[in-house]
């Protein structure tokens, strides 16, 4: 498995901008499928959004789309959520999270996943 560190969380006003980072332990990077998950008080963790290996294709829960970007690096071991436009809704603890199959969709729950971030809390305030 691979071991992630995510960050870049705070506290943020509503139409602001964040961007978190997840750096992966592994040189073999490149060869998982990332994802940022994220997981409201009181609420279950849910799908935000997925990119493929190669970077060439994204993913966004409908709830998101249009104002986050998700990115990697392959080089830095690196994936990247940039969050515009932030709603009091989207407050959250986030979490990267690594799948090594694919699975035959890029639209994954908690449980396809196999390594985990610890998490980041990103507060948005109206």
């Known amino acids: 498995q691979v071991q992630l560190v995510d960050s870049g969380g705070g506290l943020v006003q509503a139409g602001g901008s964040l961007r978190l980072s997840c750096i992966a332990s592994k040189r073999t990077f490149s060869s998982y499928i990332m994802a940022w998950f994220r997981q409201a008080p009181g609420k279950e963790r849910e799908f935000v959004s997925t990119i493929s290996r190669s970077g060439g294709r994204t993913f966004y829960a409908d709830s998101v789309k249009g104002r986050f970007t998700i990115s990697r690096d392959n080089a830095k071991n690196t994936v990247y959520l940039q969050m515009n436009s932030l709603k009091p809704e989207d407050t959250a603890v986030y979490y990267c999270?690594?799948?090594?199959?694919?699975?035959?969709?890029?639209?994954?729950?908690?449980?396809?996943?196999?390594?985990w971030g610890k998490g980041t809390l990103v507060t948005v305030s109206s």
């Open positions: 999270a690594a799948r090594g199959q694919y699975g035959g969709s890029y639209y994954y729950t908690p449980g396809d996943m196999d390594s």
